[in-house]
Structure formats: structure tokens, C-alpha cells
């Protein structure tokens, strides 16, 4: 059998590959150490006051970059606010 190269995957090539071999645990392990090298952003503190308009815009981003036809959806996103 022949060893699988998942550093020469993409991003998306490895995702794919990990989704129809949901068993291989070497291929689960590469594409979690690749989604933890990636820099996170934060997008606002616990204590900021416009925490959830700042949430939501993120949101809203992130599904209009994914092109994603969901992107309607985002309008009626709603979290409770306490």
C-alpha cells in the first residue's frame, strides 16, 4: 500500500479526502494540525458592547466569501441577547 503525501494536498483536496476516509486517523490529525497553524482573528471581547453586532458581521462575511447561496440566511440570524 502506498503512503499518502497530505502536505502536498490543498486545504480542500485534504478536507475531501478526510470526509471520504472518515477512518484514516493519520489524515484527521493532518487537517486539525493544518486548521491550528492558521492565525486566529479575534473579532471582539467577552466585555465589548457591540459584541453581538460585531459577531453577526463576521458572519455575514464569511458566507458571502464562501459564496455560499446561505448568504440570505445571514439577515435572519438572531442571538439572544440577555
Known amino acids: 500500500m502506498s503512503r499518502i503525501n497530505y502536505d ?16 484514516d486517523r493519520t489524515a484527521f490529525e493532518a487537517y486539525l494540525d493544518r486548521l491550528n497553524r492558521r492565525p486566529r482573528r479575534i473579532i471582539a471581547s467577552l466585555s465589548d ?3 453581538d453586532d460585531k459577531v453577526q458581521a463576521a458572519i455575514r462575511q464569511k458566507l458571502e466569501a464562501s459564496g455560499n447561496s446561505s448568504a440570505q ?10
Do not use: V
Open 8 to 23: 502536498a494536498m490543498s486545504d480542500a483536496e485534504l478536507k475531501q479526502y478526510f470526509l471520504k476516509h472518515r477512518g
Open 49 to 51: 458592547p457591540d459584541f
Open 73 to 82: 440566511q445571514s439577515n435572519t440570524l438572531r442571538f439572544p441577547t440577555d
